[in-house]
């Protein structure tokens, strides 16, 4: 049974699994750590976590002593945390995290856990979140009806278990992949959209700037369509920077692949084979 | 004051129109014309119109005897109708349009009406709409709060006012632009977005086809941002196809564009490029 969680990283993420795990019972102590004092505050403030400190020796011991660690932290820092927690945490001890990539996590997983003398560690990675990190945004109800999916390296301890059911109680449904195949589906569902949405951003940035009449009725002007394409563009580059650098290929090859394929609508604008990508596209969102 | 008005085209933006002017006070009688049976029927059904016929004859004495015919018809059906009414319409007679690109109905409405003996027309665009038609779908308060644009070609007499006013009623704020300029901003608001919803629901159909366990969960791990991205993709090639053939040249521009800037973003996932991208996407969502 879980009684003390450790929250490694207490933003929009990390707040949030710790409101959430509160409402769907979890009786135990959450103790949270994060280098922002700020993100901190915020969590304690909202009851997301119970105690929080900056203290290095403390954190130490909170970890050591921890029966769960949550890593809601970017993907690079993820790996620096695993490095840090393997010669400090035992068998006892279960490790998961909810980074966006999860080959190099998973590689990291084998090498340093799931043995004889070390933690239990299972990758995972809700498909939830929003446009702008930070606790003061998180919500209990974050990842109801979210999929949350696992990658797991290693036969399974009850530990595994137990986590898995907290994760259906957070109102999630679940789902197993092979890490390098995760990478790949996150690439076009979830990597490739936050891309065009950087991208459509920037280039509107560029293109309207000198128009200040229009720039301001730009989201008037285009209406629902284009504020849900473009909602994505105030994502932090702090949290993408470590996706596009830990699924560097599959993520250039769906962008790749979009390139061409507005290419041809552009070449086709004119002629029938336009017809032929709207009954495609129409046949996708009816299967839907 | 507008008494008798006929509606050409009981889709969705028809019929929705039909019931947005009878819930801001419109107490005159409303036909509906559609060489679709069952839109009339249900636009009727729905009392977005208070009479719809298919003969011919019928539709022309309610044509001949209107004070306000809205176009509520894809563009080049727009252009028909336009060629159609200019004989049998006269100056006390206004015509406008809900068209989604401008430039080809001005041109039009310049050399067909506001002469002496022409009836009057005024070019319009309400930024309003769903990703699937029909007069089933109609509601009164779709252009509530949205943007309409109009590219007027004359000056205005009070038939003009009295619409506008109507508008205003609907809750729509109204901005003048020139007609090739609206076209030039539509395909980036607009047309663009929707070419690239269109094309990632065309490669995901493509992409997931052979593997029936992803596709089935496709929205459930892409979660909201996919979502969003590709509800579009839904969208009728009927109308689309009016607006790929009226604005080629501005839509390819801005199709080409972003297809540079994908691909400006794919060479630059592991460099500090990307982080700039985000930032000037960061400040563009900020401005808004």
Known sequence: MFNRAVIVGTGLIGASLGLALKQAGF???????DFNPNEGSAALQIGAIDTFTLDKAA?????????LVLL????????????????????????????????????????LFNHKTSARFLPGHPMAGKESGGASLAEALLFDGAMWLFTPVADE???E????????????????????????????????????STAMCAMFADEFAHVPELAAEFEAIGGRALR?????????YSMWRDVALTNTEPLAA??????????????NLRTPELREEFARANQFRRSK
């Open 27 to 33: 009786q135990g102590t959450i103790t949270g750590i």
């Open 59 to 67: 954190q130490k011991r909170a970890l050591a002593s921890a029966d």
């Open 72 to 111: 809601a932290v970017p993907v690079l820092a993820v790996l620096d945390w695993m490095e840090q927690l393997a010669p400090l945490l035992h068998p006892h001890q279960l490790i998961t995290d909810v980074g966006s990539t999860k080959r190099v996590i998973a590689e990291k997983a084998i090498q």
């Open 157 to 159: 301890t009850a530990l």
């Open 161 to 196: 278990q137990e986590w898995r059911a907290w994760v259906t109680k957070l109102g999630c449904r679940t789902m197993d992949v092979d890490p390098t195949r995760h990478d790949q589906i996150v690439a076009w569902v979830s990597h490739l959209p936050q891309m065009v």
């Open 228 to 236: 849900e394409m473009t909602r994505l563009g105030s994502s932090p």
């Open 254 to 267: 769906t962008l790749f692949a979009l390139e061409q394929r507005l290419a041809h609508i552009r070449e």
